[in-house]
């Protein structure tokens, strides 16, 4: 895993300028130049082979590598093994009223790679302890989930009673003295996508109080972290090169295969208009720059183009002068994005590898730690794109 980490490293540092440059930003990105037949290849390709490709990382890496060879290397370094099935689940059908359909299946996923659980549960970001509840009805162990937000804590130990369950929730804010001091070396901790500083919180409080193990599958590596660059856990990733900022932890969760359709392609159009309105606001200030906009809703596309326009300028406090032609930039906006889609594709063929970077950093931080770890895919990424499984046992009381 070392070797995988240092040559993630090296590429991941190397190609820095690509993966950091956003092409809805800059709609020429500077490294074009040097691989004309890869935007020649990209100019080929349907809406659906883009939607298809953006979904998939390993296909993505097999069908640009050979216009972008690094893509192949990439693609052997991402390659992690599927979970071996470590026991049969049953099906809950009581515990199966409650939950919604996707999120149960993850649940069944993670519950078959995790294998038989023997020790005392702690869920960490438990939410309404949908997997807590279901690994105590299959195992016959006590659970504890700490959730931060109340509703959810109501929730979760309403569930609980319903199905006669022991397991329950304690409201906690897992950054907490008090969600550490919860931890101790006879529990089995477990996490189902806890985000980035609350994964990192839990793993710190493991290894500190020595946990027997840990199953975690983590999450938006961006969210709830200390300060403005990503804090290494592992020696390996201290003295690396690769200095991470928010908006890099963010590419390594930049996919939306799991939208619905309409919610596709709604987004679609609301940055077809946003790229529309940035040739406005190009030529209306005379300035060739992207200017950043907010986040903005998608209900604004019921308003048409022109409304919109004036809208998002009067936000950024430009004044757009009579006549100018929107129909013109509309389409100007749509032509943006269909290069934009196209050249995010090589951006996107670093996305795992910054995943794979971030989730090894954990694995060999717990390994230095003193733990026995695997790092496995626990369901496929259709069912969800956090699908990354880290299983650690304490070195000594793995059998
Ligand atoms: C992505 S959800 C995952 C919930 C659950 N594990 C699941 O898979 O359904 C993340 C959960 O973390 C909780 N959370 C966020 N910040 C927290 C904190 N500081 N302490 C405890 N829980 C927190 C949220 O309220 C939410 O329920």
Known sequence: MQTTFSKLSDILIQHADIWRESPFSKPKPSWLECYPKLQD????????????????????????????PVAKEILTLIQLPLCEQKTSVERSYVWQRD??????????????????????????????????????????????????????????????????????????DVLSVEASQALNEQQHAIALHACGGLHVSLLEGCVKKQVKRITLAPCCYHRFNQGDVYQPLSSIAKRSNLILNNDDLRSAVRQSNTAAERERVKRKKLQMWRLGFDQVQRDVRGVNEYLPVP??????????????????????????????DFGNYEARGEKRFFEYARYELVRMTFR????????????????????????????????????????????????
């Open 41 to 68: 290849w990209l100019l080929t390709l349907s809406d659906e082979d883009v939607d298809c490709l953006q979904g998939d990382d390993n296909l993505l890496c097999q069908q640009i590598a050979p216009y972008f």
């Open 99 to 172: 939950v919604p359909g996707r999120k149960a299946e993850q649940i069944e996923a993670f519950a078959v790679a995790t294998g038989e659980v023997i020790s005392p549960l702690i869920e960490w970001c438990s939410g309404k302890l949908h997997l807590g509840r279901y690994l105590a009805e299959q195992f016959k162990v006590p659970v504890l989930g700490l959730e931060i937000n109340y509703r959810l804590v109501q929730q979760a130990n309403q569930l609980a009673h319903r199905m006669h369950s022991d397991a329950r929730v304690e409201q906690c």
């Open 352 to 399: 795992r590898a910054l995943e794979c970077w971030l989730v090894l950093d954990k694995v060999l931080f717990l390994q230095e730690s003193g733990y026995q770890c695997s790092l496995s895919q626990f369901c496929a990424v259709t069912l969800t794109p956090r699908n990354l499984l880290i299983d650690a046992f304490r070195f000594h009381d793995e059998i």
């Open 295 to 324: 986040s903005l809703s998608v209900r604004l596309l019921d308003m048409g183009f022109s409304q919109f326009c004036l809208h998002v300028a009067d936000i950024k406090k430009i004044s757009l002068p009579d006549g100018l």
